[in-house]
């Protein structure tokens, strides 16, 4: 989950969306200062990538990569298309197969094929691989729940509070 902060030239350069006017008989809603948005989006940007670093210092000393446990993390649910794999992670479908050669080879992950349709590539966790994430993913939760616990109640209840809101954020198509 790596953070840019590159805009490409088109992006800045398009004008912003007309304005929609309200319903009849209501009042036109309230709008924040498009800078306010790009603020909140930089700062934003920044705790994320902060957070990434954190999480990949914590697994630095595993077995595998903080990317590689991420791949294994959406393989739980069970068996994925190498496409879906590729554009879930943000990457290229080479680079994916090359991240699953190399758990396949360390025998956390195994190859088959889609039975709707032979030409197609999936991946599913071995045993080995899920008690490699769930190990991973205990040590996460161990160290983010000390890092909680030396928090203020407000502090943590503001976080709480913010999930919700983070949750919408992450979805939004």
């Not at 929609?20 to 930089?42: H, N, S």
């Not at 094929?113 to 032979?118: F, I, N, P, Q």
């Not at 503001?158 to 198509?173: I, N, S």
């Amino acid at each position: 989950m790596a953070a840019s902060d590159h805009v490409p030239p088109s992006a800045q350069s398009r004008p912003a969306p007309a304005p929609v006017p309200p319903p009849a008989g209501q009042a036109p809603p309230e709008r924040r200062p498009a800078d306010a948005d790009r603020a909140l989006a930089e700062q934003f940007n920044r705790r994320m990538r902060d957070v990434v670093l954190l999480l990949r210092r914590v697994s630095a000393d595993q077995p595998i990569t903080a990317q590689q446990l991420s791949v294994l993390g959406s393989l739980e649910a069970g068996p994925r298309r190498m496409t879906e794999l590729a554009a879930e992670h943000g990457v290229r479908l080479p680079t994916m197969t090359a991240q699953i050669n190399r758990l396949e080879r360390d025998g956390l992950v195994a190859r088959g094929r889609d039975a709707a349709d032979a030409r197609v590539v999936t991946a599913r966790l071995t045993e080995t691989g899920t008690d490699l994430l769930h190990a991973g993913r205990e040590r996460r939760l161990a160290f983010l729940a000390e890092r909680f616990a030396a928090l203020s109640d407000e502090d943590r209840a503001a976080v709480a509070a913010a999930l919700p809101a983070l949750e919408r954020l992450l979805t939004v198509p």
